[in-house]
């Protein structure tokens, strides 16, 4: 039987929905208007489109949203400069800074600038921390969106074994972070480059995640029957959006599986709405 497809911009659309409606009853409850600030440096196209999209949703679900374009050449003082005019802008409840920053800005630098209260990307190493230790504020908006996608389609996740391919501070690390965590009782396996017989890792995986950034790095051989597969990759191969996993092959072997696209991309933007509105539910004091 073809494995069943997880239907990512179905459950997005859901979550949008509820962001709608809490936003609607925030703003009917105490004049707070969640608003959502997206600073842009350059004019990299994959970047223009991951902002409109999120500019677009924030319109869509009825909070605000504004985009700061800074030019290619912004210095480092420059970018740092409106971080700080946004950090102190009472009005502004959300600071979004889209990677990747042109080379020679220091993005580790301008992200920790970001108050942590404003930071619903979830980068800083504040809500890096409160996540690790099961107290979030926000949760970083892929494997947060992930975890949506499980916690839906009712895939058991306590005493599975998750494998996450990648270990990046955005997606991997978080990922495994969160299936780890209290309630979700994962047991968990990191791979990543130096990983040896990757192949033979992802083949005991009941819930395989892979966030890699290399075309169908996953075939269908590296895939245990029955295995719950999500793919987080985007990579553009001749004008066509590919993700991580060999699909084709994968629908044969897996029992559930996240298109690209389709799939993990919806639910990133969906939880950035929902953290937006957090954000502003932090000012007006409301939990
Ligand atoms: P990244 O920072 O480049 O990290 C990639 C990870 O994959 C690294 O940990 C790397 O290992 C590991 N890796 C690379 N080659 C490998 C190999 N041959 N075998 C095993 N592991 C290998 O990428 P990222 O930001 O985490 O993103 C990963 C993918 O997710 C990309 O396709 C990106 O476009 C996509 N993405 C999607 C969304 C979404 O909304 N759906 C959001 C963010 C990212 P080392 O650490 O050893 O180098």
Redo the contacts with the bound molecule.
């Keep these: 039987m073809p494995a069943q497809i997880i239907d990512g911009k179905a459950i997005a659309e859901s979550v949008r929905n509820q962001v709608a409606a809490e936003t609607q009853q925030l703003i009917s409850d105490t004049g707070v208007l969640p608003h959502l600030a997206a600073v842009l440096v350059g004019n990299d196209p994959a970047s223009e489109v991951y902002v409109r999209n999120k500019e677009r949703a924030c319109q869509k679900a009825g909070l605000k949203s504004t985009l700061h374009r800074l030019d290619a050449a912004t210095t480092q003082a420059d970018l740092l400069v409106l971080i700080d005019t946004l950090n102190l802008d009472a009005g502004v409840h959300g600071i979004l800074v889209q990677l990747p920053l042109p080379k020679h800005l220091d993005s580790t630098q301008i992200l920790d600038a970001i108050l942590p209260t404003k930071d619903v990307d979830a980068f800083h190493p504040e809500n890096t921390g409160l996540m690790l230790q099961g107290r979030p504020r926000f949760l970083p908006c ?1 494997p947060a ?1 992930v975890m949506k996608m499980l916690q839906v389609s009712k895939i058991q996740t306590a005493g599975r074994h998750a494998v996450v ?4 501070d ?3 690390k978080p990922m495994a972070a969160l299936l780890v965590q209290k309630g979700v009782d994962a047991t968990v396996t990191i ?5 040896t017989d ?1 192949g033979a890792v992802c083949r005991t995986a009941d819930i395989l995640i892979a ?4 075309p169908e ?1 996953v075939t269908g051989d590296m895939i245990k029957p029955g295995a719950v597969v999500i793919d ?4 553009r191969v001749n004008e066509r959006l590919v993700g ?1 996993v060999d699909f084709t092959a994968a629908m044969t072997v897996a029992s559930s599986i996240t298109p690209v696209p389709g799939g ?2 919806p ?2 933007i969906a939880m950035l709405l929902q953290n937006t509105l957090t954000a502003a539910r932090i000012v007006a004091g409301v939990s």
């Design positions: 892929t969106g391919i990648g270990r990046s955005i997606v991997g791979c990543h480059s130096r990983t990757i966030a890699v950034g290399i790095f987080v990759g985007i990579n991580d993990v991309g639910m990133t």
